[in-house]
């Protein structure tokens, strides 16, 4: 609500608040939220390091966006160590559950090898 302004101002800050309330208990959806929110400086400073943190609670749950993004930051090493191993469970986790944008990330790393 906060971050869009769905009904209530629009306010970055207020939806770090509600999102990181939410993502403590464990909600993966609010983990994914959080971590866009860090890793595109919304709200809170640019941290990429707590951005990666809450993709891999939420990836850990099962959430394929957590999973193709948390897939994406190992593969550039953005908030954690490079791993292109990591990469691509994470990927084939996400494009295991459908998600399109991680299935087209495994087809280009499979015509580099």
Same mark, same amino acid.
Do not use: C
């Given at each position: 609500? +906060? #971050?869009?302004? !769905? @009904?209530? =101002?629009?306010?970055?800050? &207020?939806?770090?608040? %509600? /999102? $990181?309330?939410? *993502? ?13 929110? +860090? #890793?595109?400086? !919304? @709200?809170? =400073?640019?941290?990429?390091? &707590?951005?990666?943190? %809450? /993709? $891999?609670?939420? *990836? ?13 930051? +190992?593969?550039?090493? !953005? @908030? ?5 191993? &990591?990469?691509?469970? %994470?990927? $084939?986790?996400? *494009? ?18």
């Amino acid at each position: 609500m +906060y #971050r869009n302004g !769905e @009904g209530v =101002a629009k306010d970055a800050v &207020k939806a770090v608040e %509600w /999102y $990181q309330k939410s *993502a403590e208990q464990g909600y993966p959806i609010a983990q994914t939220l959080l971590g866009h929110m +860090y #890793r595109n400086g !919304e @709200g809170s =400073a640019k941290n990429a390091t &707590k951005a990666a943190d %809450w /993709y $891999q609670k939420a *990836a850990a749950q099962g959430d394929p966006e957590a999973q193709f993004i948390l897939g994406s930051m +190992y593969q550039i090493g !953005e @908030g954690i160590p490079k791993d292109d191993v &990591k990469a691509f469970e %994470w990927w $084939q986790k996400a *494009a295991a559950q459908g998600d399109s944008n991680a299935q087209s990330a495994l087809g280009a790393m499979n015509r580099r090898e």
